[in-house]
């Protein structure tokens, strides 16, 4: 089965930090060449947050740089994303996608963060 499934979202308060997880199923991890996080906050615009390539190579928007990291771990076929430092705008729905060629691209359910001031 093809899928991305995200977990680690909450309600935080600014200062605080969270650690989204995606887990891959193997037929994705094996074969993706970037993966990573986009957020939508309310009337806004899907925007990427950061991505990781296969080679490990790894881009960060401008507003969350310093801020959140993204990694993976090839054993348990999952990328995280730890975010720290939140700000209120940081509030959104965290989604993981992947990219494995052939422009296909796999899309996680989403997870909410909440980041109250």
């Known amino acids: 089965q093809v899928q991305l499934v995200e977990s680690g979202g909450g309600l935080v308060q600014a200062g605080g930090s969270l650690r989204l997880s995606c887990a891959a199923s193997r037929s994705i991890f094996s074969s993706f060449n970037i993966m990573g996080w986009y957020r939508q906050a309310p009337g806004k615009q899907r925007e990427l947050v950061a991505t990781?390539?296969?080679?490990?190579?790894?881009n960060y928007a401008n507003s969350v740089k310093g801020r959140f990291t993204i990694s993976r771990d090839n054993t348990n076929n999952t990328v995280y994303l730890q975010m720290n430092s939140l700000k209120p705008e940081d509030t959104a729905v965290y989604y993981c996608?992947?990219?494995?060629?052939?422009?296909?691209?796999?899309w996680g359910q989403g997870t909410q963060v909440t980041v109250s001031s």
């Open positions: 996608n992947a990219d494995v060629g052939s422009n296909i691209r796999y």
């Open positions: 990781v390539s296969r080679g490990g190579n790894t």
